[in-house]
Nanobody, 122 residues
């Protein structure tokens, strides 16, 4: 499956931004998906994930209560609504589909999009 993340940009602290992840090539609804991010000089980290049906979601503690992951299988698209953004949320955000393992484990994600940059100014 091919993934294309979009929606990044520059936003002030406290603002909101919505990311999209468009999937093509294979049936998106067969895959659990997740969002990850990588800040400059840091390792890529888990942000959120959602099961293939959309029935269960998982969040990193750092974004819980501020970010919301969702998906629309009819549109082959996943989403991440990010509210109350902080400067420490600045990173390149990636979407990915899960192949195996726990929903929060980056090692289990096989297909990755190219990333979209989110910059939060203070």
């Amino acid at each position: 499956v091919q993934l294309q993340a979009s929606g990044g940009g520059l936003v002030q602290a406290g603002g909101s931004l919505g990311l999209s992840c468009a999937a093509s090539g294979r049936t998106f609804s067969l895959y659990d998906m997740g969002w990850f991010r990588q800040a400059p000089g840091k390792e890529r980290e888990f942000v959120s994930s959602i099961t293939r049906s959309g029935g269960s979601t998982f969040y990193a503690d750092s974004v819980k209560g501020r970010f919301a992951i969702s998906r629309d299988n009819a549109k082959n698209t996943g989403y991440s609504q990010m509210n109350s953004l902080k400067p420490e949320d600045t990173a390149v955000y990636y979407c990915a589909t899960r192949a195996r393992g726990p929903m929060t484990d980056i090692q289990g994600y096989g297909y990755w999009g190219q990333g979209t940059l989110v910059t939060v100014s203070s």
